[in-house]
């Protein structure tokens, strides 16, 4: 494919960042846009990203300086419709590739406020895409992150997107049925709906990459210089499961597996998130197309991951020691699944399999910067499925002069369980 213009949406985050990156290095003229909000979040949450990362001025400053290229940096909302208008129109991209979501099943389970701000922050921001991609940009490929949470945990095989039903003599290809596990999930679920509409409705193209559980923090672009480094977040609120087991080993803590821990699902390298992304980029669906493409390498079920880095550290005479959680979510523990990810290998994808040796690459850089980790994050779930945030929640009020133009916490996580009758959510502070 020829040099595309893309704008990489949620470019401060951690796989945002990464693609923004890859993308550059390329050859593609990358615009990336962010609000910010998950620094805040961070903030309010009490948590922080293991690795140290810098302000998006600066490190658009030093991949320039590196390489030459340029990322032109924009701070946006993906909530503030004229915002979004303006950027599409102006731009003209080829590709968007859209990361700019509350991405944390637990934090969407906090509380109503917690649930309504991650609903209304990835419907809203998505809708106001779409309507602009309509008016300004009908030809742009969108390229989404969705999840493969979205799919649930049924009894038969997960095909990419959509299967072929028989019923009562008749037959058609239908959506996959799906069943998430959180509010969190949930939005990614009505996310998909609303991008197959407007595909249907107005002829706009989609890529919806269903992506599995990500582990690692190392690319070939962000390794250039510890300035680029991306975020790495380990905490029970937003770190990613093998992320956090690596980070337990490489402390002395256990690893905290939830329940039974016969709980399976798709997981992936970094660096195969930003290749499968470039592959969607450089071959795009046909005008009017939804599509769906699994994206992930490899299943494991939790006790399984926490085997391997137990194995891995054996390898090198560490004990590491493993404790079963009873489990903060509604989830089956124990359960069948597979889940196809064909398409993205036929356009080339070349995985990177979890070995040994990732694993201690992975506790290496940990170790590295062990002096950041507050090992209270990593002993207790501090959010339940069933009542919200425990008093172990560490929330801290958000000042008001930070607060969001369209979804805002109207009050801030406090240290106690949740009432039952939580106050009303204001969206329009
Ligand atoms: P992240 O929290 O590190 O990054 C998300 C970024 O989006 C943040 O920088 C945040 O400030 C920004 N953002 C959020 N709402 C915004 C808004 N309204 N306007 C502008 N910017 C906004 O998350 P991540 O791990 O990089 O995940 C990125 C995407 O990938 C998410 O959509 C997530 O659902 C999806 N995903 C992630 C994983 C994973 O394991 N990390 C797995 C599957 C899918
Ligand atoms: N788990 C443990 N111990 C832990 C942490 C998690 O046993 O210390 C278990 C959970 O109970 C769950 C599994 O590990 O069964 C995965 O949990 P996770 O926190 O790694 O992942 P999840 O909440 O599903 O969310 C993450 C990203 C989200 C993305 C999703 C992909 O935060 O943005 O959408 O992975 S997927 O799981 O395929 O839906």
Same mark, same amino acid.
């Given at each position: 494919?020829?040099?595309? $213009?893309?704008?990489? %949406?949620?470019?401060?985050?951690?796989?945002?960042?990464?693609?923004?990156?890859?993308?550059?290095?390329?050859?593609?003229?990358?615009?990336?846009?962010?609000? %910010?909000?998950?620094?805040? !979040?961070?903030?309010?949450? #009490?948590?922080?990203?293991?690795?140290?990362?810098?302000?998006?001025?600066?490190?658009?400053?030093? !991949?320039?300086?590196? @390489?030459?290229? $340029?990322?032109?940096?924009?701070?946006?909302?993906?909530?503030?419709?004229?915002?979004?208008?303006?950027?599409?129109?102006?731009?003209?991209?080829?590709?968007?590739?859209?990361?700019?979501?509350?991405?944390?099943?637990?934090?969407?389970?906090?509380?109503?406020?917690?649930?309504?701000?991650?609903?209304? &922050?990835?419907?809203?921001?998505?809708?106001?895409?779409?309507?602009?991609?309509?008016?300004?940009?009908?030809?742009?490929?969108?390229?989404?992150?969705?999840?493969?949470?979205?799919?649930?945990?049924?009894?038969?095989?997960?095909?990419?997107?959509?299967?072929?039903?028989?019923?009562?003599?008749?037959?058609?290809?239908?959506?996959?049925?799906?069943?998430? #596990?959180?509010?969190?999930?949930?939005?990614?679920?009505?996310?998909?709906?609303?991008?197959?509409?407007?595909?249907?409705? !107005?002829?706009?193209?989609?890529?919806?990459?269903?992506?599995?559980?990500?582990?690692?923090?190392?690319?070939?672009?962000?390794?250039?210089?510890?300035? %680029?480094?991306?975020?790495?977040?380990?905490?029970?609120? !937003?770190?990613?499961?093998?992320?956090?087991? /690596?980070?337990?080993?490489?402390?002395?803590?256990?690893?905290?597996?939830?329940?039974?821990?016969?709980?399976?699902? #798709?997981?992936?390298?970094?660096?195969?998130?930003?290749? /499968?992304?470039?592959?969607?980029?450089? &071959?795009?669906?046909?005008?009017?197309?939804?599509?769906?493409?699994?994206?992930?390498?490899?299943?494991?079920?939790?006790?399984?991951?926490?085997?391997?880095?137990?194995?891995? +550290?054996?390898?090198?005479? %560490?004990? @590491?020691?493993?404790?079963?959680?009873?489990?903060?979510?509604?989830?089956?523990?124990?359960?069948?699944?597979?889940?196809?990810?064909?398409?993205?290998?036929?356009?080339?994808?070349?995985?990177?399999?979890?070995?040994?040796?990732?694993?201690?690459?992975?506790?290496?850089?940990?170790?590295?910067?062990?002096?950041?980790?507050?090992?209270?994050?990593?002993?207790?779930? &501090?959010?339940?499925? +069933?009542?919200?945030?425990?008093? #172990?929640?560490?929330?801290?009020?958000?000042?008001?002069?930070?607060?969001?133009?369209?979804?805002?916490?109207?009050?801030?996580?406090?240290?106690?369980?949740?009432?039952?009758?939580?106050?009303?959510? +204001?969206?329009?502070?």
């Amino acid at each position: 494919m020829e040099r595309a $213009r893309v704008v990489v %949406l949620g470019v401060d985050g951690y796989l945002g960042w990464a693609t923004a990156l890859h993308l550059s290095a390329a050859g593609h003229d990358v615009i990336g846009i962010d609000s %910010l909000v998950r620094r805040r !979040w961070d903030r309010e949450c #009490g948590t922080r990203s293991l690795l140290p990362i810098r302000s998006m001025p600066e490190r658009v400053k030093l !991949w320039q300086r590196l @390489t030459g290229r $340029r990322i032109e940096w924009r701070h946006m909302d993906m909530c503030d419709a004229r915002a979004v208008t303006e950027l599409v129109s102006e731009v003209q991209p080829q590709a968007l590739v859209h990361f700019a979501e509350q991405r944390s099943a637990p934090f969407s389970m906090i509380d109503l406020p917690h649930a309504a701000l991650t609903q209304v &922050n990835n419907l809203v921001g998505t809708l106001n895409l779409l309507f602009a991609l309509r008016d300004h940009a009908p030809n742009a490929h969108l390229i989404k992150l969705g999840t493969m949470g979205e799919y649930g945990t049924p009894n038969i095989d997960i095909e990419e997107g959509f299967i072929v039903i028989t019923h009562n003599g008749r037959q058609d290809r239908l959506p996959f049925p799906m069943q998430p #596990g959180s509010f969190y999930h949930l939005s990614k679920l009505h996310d998909s709906h609303n991008i197959q509409f407007a595909c249907r409705i !107005w002829g706009l193209r989609a890529t919806d990459l269903h992506q599995g559980v990500v582990y690692g923090s190392r690319t070939d672009e962000v390794v250039m210089h510890p300035g %680029l480094a991306t975020r790495f977040d380990y905490d029970a609120i !937003w770190g990613t499961v093998l992320n956090r087991f /690596c980070i337990q080993a490489a402390v002395g803590l256990p690893l905290t597996v939830y329940g039974k821990g016969g709980q399976t699902r #798709g997981f992936l390298d970094i660096r195969d998130t930003v290749a /499968c992304v470039r592959l969607a980029l450089e &071959n795009p669906a046909s005008q009017g197309e939804y599509r769906v493409f699994n994206q992930f390498t490899e299943q494991f079920s939790v006790k399984n991951l926490a085997d391997k880095v137990r194995q891995a +550290r054996a390898a090198h005479g %560490l004990k @590491t020691s493993i404790v079963h959680l009873p489990n903060p979510r509604v989830e089956r523990e124990e359960h069948y699944y597979n889940a196809k990810h064909q398409k993205l290998l036929d356009l080339g994808l070349q995985p990177h399999y979890l070995g040994e040796t990732l694993i201690e690459s992975i506790v290496a850089t940990v170790e590295k910067h062990a002096a950041r980790v507050d090992p209270v994050e990593l002993e207790q779930p &501090n959010v339940d499925w +069933r009542h919200g945030g425990t008093p #172990g929640w560490s929330g801290v009020p958000t000042p008001a002069s930070e607060t969001q133009p369209v979804a805002v916490l109207s009050r801030a996580p406090k240290r106690r369980r949740p009432s039952p009758a939580p106050d009303p959510v +204001r969206l329009d502070a």
